[in-house]
């Protein structure tokens, strides 16, 4: 069953979430001030309209409180985003995720109430630092200030052992929670002991920062 999204400001990262979010089948509005941005998106997504955010009226009209979830995408105008941001917390929005510019604004967005505030850039930045120091991460997802998820390539050197002989676990208080075999094609959501790690493979694992870190894999 699909699900019906805001996206309020068709920027890059506005543009990306919502036409990610069509081609996954799920029913997305957008919303930008910018006529040719509006033009741009308005065949790649369910509805687009051209109108400003920070107006009340606006937001009333497009029914706030029908939307699953509402993603402010407001770009470098931090002002209108932090107003946008108070009008859908008085209106009641269920979800709202904001995107910041700095961490300062990010404070204000979740004073205001914005439920998740994320850093496109500063993330992006952060993970391709992370990807240059240590060349096997794939991806990273961090919990919270001490734990993560990772996904890596499977190091040469645990290539051809099982888990139970890795015994990460115990060793570093790291668990490998999935493996994706890239040569099958298929993943492994509930790896056993026995598991061997392939040339190729990729481990997703969850754990401590400071053990991940041990590890290389962050």
Not at 68 to 85: E, F, K, P, R
Request: no cysteine; charged share 25%.
């Amino acid at each position: 069953m699909s699900k019906s999204f805001l996206v309020i400001g068709a920027g890059r990262f506005g543009t990306s979430v919502a036409k990610t979010l069509y081609s996954l089948e799920q029913d997305v509005m957008v919303v930008d001030n910018d006529e040719p941005l509006i033009q741009q998106i308005s065949d790649e997504v369910t509805g687009a309209v051209q109108a400003d955010a920070t107006s009340e009226d606006v937001l009333e009209s497009l029914g706030i409180k029908d939307f699953d979830a509402v993603i402010l995408a407001i770009g470098v105008d931090i002002q209108a985003s932090i107003m946008t941001a108070i009008l859908l917390v008085e209106m009641g929005a269920r979800e709202i995720i904001a995107k910041a510019q700095t961490e300062l604004h990010g404070k204000a967005l979740s004073k205001i109430g914005v439920h998740r505030v994320l850093y496109p850039e500063r993330d992006t930045g952060y993970k391709l630092a992370r990807s240059l120091v240590a060349p096997t991460i794939i991806d990273m997802i961090e919990l919270s200030d001490d734990y993560s998820v990772v996904e890596v390539n499977a190091p040469d050197d645990m290539v051809g052992k099982s888990l139970k002989e890795l015994n990460l676990r115990a060793r570093y208080g790291v668990s490998i929670i999935a493996l994706r075999r890239a040569a099958e094609k298929e993943t492994n959501i509930s790896p056993i002991a026995e598991d061997i790690i392939k040339e190729n493979d990729i481990v997703v694992a969850i754990g401590e920062n400071k053990a991940l870190q041990k590890l290389e894999w962050i």
